[in-house]
């Protein structure tokens, strides 16, 4: 495979502020998403486009020709129930085959699909199925059902729920029987490009959510560009056909943009809908991709989980000498005959293990929401797992960079994406631009989306800067930026992911707005303090107790001073408190995509954040 375009760089002042990289196809003038399953009937009908797990734990091929007879047949029955073109459909479900199914079916029905997270509270519901005007709702279970009954007063546009442990899907086929092929059809010839797909709410970290609008031309801007780049991943290079495995929410862009990316490229696509205990190993076991999708937790996780079982088998220095060896090998450019040697050692030994904690044949890992971080980023490239990370909003379709094939750079998100470009302001905020980027916010008054670009560049609210070659590396989000009473401007995000990486650490909130210095509230993983407390015999001891511990006290504050080795001296955090309570979506602490809620966390820790400077 040919490496990428080299980027097109403008330098400012010596320099690089704004980079684009051409797109790698050109854009689509017809026709729309709908269009997609259709496609793959007609040009492979056998192709195996899904994979679906059955009660019995086996997992049955879907074709190209038998999903587009689901499609059909589904669009049917919205079309019979009295959905009109441009209605909004809402999906809250977790991550399955039937959330996919619909939202290729409500497309085909000419239909605008609204996710909403299962797990979201019934005013977060009620809020988006308000502000969306919603028609009709799809809901997982009867629980979720409870949710939307509870506001319905307040939906007065709500005219349909289904729920799918009820047989939703059954109930619309058996609806559209009677409804003509031609239906459908005609439906599906009303869609541009330009028409719009989704409304899918951002996270609301600062306030209500708003509503996203993305086009069809959105999707397939960013699918078609991500699938020639990303060629390896998407495409069988072997006789091994490319797959993956979905647990990411289907409510949010990043798994949303690689399930339409999957249809796409025809890449058999398995959904599980849990990542609880043992059913996500269990899913991957069974399924066997060849690709993932993860946000940083989930790699981070597997890390550490591996870790700590070598430490209970008394091997956790040789996995610190093949965590070394691997990071040296992810990093090195053109490793030496001894790393060779080292690295296949271990690769029997340790690596090997990792893969088989991913399914066992996973060979590339697309990673997006947060930074994954250099040192776990070189392992997984030295344990045989090639990690992509990605940059991108919900505004931009997911994804506006990533790491180019054959040239990654760790610590930074890559290039542009094909056909986007990259700015940085005057204040160093990050400003994309491209087919991908969105149409606007929903105004719901008006029934539209307002533009929210200025001569199509969208600034994002994160900071950032260009290296030399044009690589991108996120600093920070400007409203997180904290301002020292001294006037010492700090950028929280290198600091918090830095920590976050540690095993101990499940959230890090770094404040110190008005403040003398900064100083943070370090939220400590369950399971990892649990194993901690069990290797050093520390049993008897209550996990509450543990935060006066000295030798708990003293690994943070290593982890802590490794930290601070990324920033200056005043933006060092001088202080921490351990907080055993972790922060979570229904404490009001994180947003469904796991984002910290930072006013939030101030607010309610307020007390332990002002005995941290108690003796300035």
Known sequence: ???????????????VREVSVPPLVPPVRRGSLADLPYDNARDAPGAVVFGRKRRDGAWADVTASAFAAEVHSVAKGLIAEG?????????????????TLLDF??????????????TSSAFQTRWILQDSGAT?????????????????RGLPGLAHLWV????AVDQLRRAGAHVPDEAVTARRGLLTPDTLATLIYTSGTTGRPKGCALTHANFLAEVDNAVALLHPVFRSVSEEPASTLLFLPLSHVFGRMVAIGCVRARVRLGHAPSIENDDLPSDLAGFRPTFLL???YVLEKVFHTARATAERMGRGSSFDRAARVAERYGHAPAPSFGLRAARALYDRLVYRRIRAALGGRVRYVICGGSPLGARLSEFYAGAGVEVFEGYGLTETTAASTVTPPQRPRTGTVGWPLPGTAVRIADDGEVWLKGGHVFAGYWDSQRGVALPATTEGWFPTGDLGALDDEGYLRITGRKKDVL???AGKNVAPGPLEDWLRAHPLVSQCVVVGDNRPYVTALIALDHEGLVHWRRMRKKDHIALWELTGDEELLATLQRAVDEANR????AESIRAFRLLTTEFSEAAGHLTPSLKLKRAAVVRDFAREIDALYAGE
């Open 1 to 15: 495979m040919p490496p990428p375009a080299e980027p097109h760089r403008t330098v400012v002042d010596g320099r």
């Open 83 to 99: 959905l009109r073109p441009g209605d909004r459909l809402a999906l809250m479900a977790r991550t399955t085959y039937e959330w």
């Open 294 to 296: 993860a946000i940083p």
């Open 105 to 118: 079916a409500a497309w085909a029905a000419g239909l605008i699909t609204v996710p909403v997270y299962p």
């Open 483 to 485: 301002i020292t009473s």
């Open 164 to 167: 799918l442990d009820s047989g």
């Open 566 to 569: 990324l920033v200056s001296r």
């Open 136 to 152: 009709a709702c799809v809901v997982e279970d009867t629980a979720q059902a409870r949710t939307v009954s509870t506001e319905r």
